[in-house]
């Protein structure tokens, strides 16, 4: 089946640091790709997704690119700020369907 | 326009009881689509409402069940809960058009304790 699995958190880092979030995923065919993010007592928001393979997904500074080689969606920021704390969840869906399949989440602490 | 809601906010139930939880889709949506988060994990999809009908539905067993309203709003049931049931507990409303599966807009959830 399908299933996503990103690296376990917390990461934590300064203010103006550089983030990296690896997001691994196992489907068949070719899923669409998402970062979903999660402020504390909030829903889930969508912060970026790439529809095919080498679609660089971007927003808010944050890029990932779609790597169907290495089967990877890795989220990235140049320069955190604080407001940045937040989880990030990696996700998939399938082409043909609504069903998102979540990875666990990567808790995110930028501290001032 | 008004985003996904969902009531209420926070719900305490004991073993055994049943519980309904409920979601106004955004506007111009026809898709409701459910997910139970346990803390420290991701979501999980329990089911998807789609023209009133259930529309594709995960490990979830059948006391997990739902509605969707002509006004595109849905319920989610859960009877004879058990004490692994406490989570949070997301609705996700968005639009499916022409075959095309459009973004998913989530609502803040309702956070459900078994006791």
């Known amino acids: 089946g399908n299933s996503v699995t990103q690296m376990e958190g917390p990461v934590t880092l300064s203010e103006e640091a550089f983030l990296t979030i690896n997001c691994t995923y196992t489907?068949?065919?070719?899923?669409?790709l998402f970062w979903y993010v999660q402020y504390p007592g909030e829903g889930l928001q969508l912060l970026l997704k790439a529809t095919k393979a080498d679609d660089k997904g971007s927003n808010k500074g944050f890029e990932a690119t779609y790597r169907k080689e290495t089967t990877s969606f890795h989220l990235e920021k140049g320069s955190v700020q604080v407001s940045d704390s937040a989880v990030y969840f990696c996700?998939?869906?399938?082409?043909?369907?609504?069903?998102?399949?979540f990875g666990g989440g990567t808790r995110v602490l930028v501290k001032p | 326009e008004t985003g996904v809601t969902q009531s209420p906010t926070h719900l305490i139930k004991t073993r055994g009881q049943q519980v309904t939880l409920r979601c106004s889709s955004q506007?111009?949506?026809?898709?409701v689509s459910w997910y139970q988060q346990a803390l420290g994990q991701g979501p999980q999809f329990i089911f998807q409402y789609y023209r009133e009908e259930e529309n594709g539905r995960g490990n979830f067993p059948p006391r997990f069940s739902g509605l969707q309203f002509p006004n595109y709003s849905s319920e989610l049931n859960v009877n004879a809960l058990e004490l692994d049931d406490s989570a949070l507990y997301l609705c996700?409303?968005?639009?499916?058009?022409?075959?095309?599966?459009?973004?998913?807009?989530f609502g803040p959830g309702t956070r459900l304790t078994v006791l």
């Open positions: 996700a409303s968005s639009l499916i058009a022409g075959g095309s599966y459009n973004e998913q807009f």
């Open positions: 489907a068949t065919g070719y899923p669409s």
């Open positions: 996700a998939l869906r399938k082409a043909a369907g609504n069903k998102l399949t």
């Open positions: 506007s111009g949506h026809n898709t």
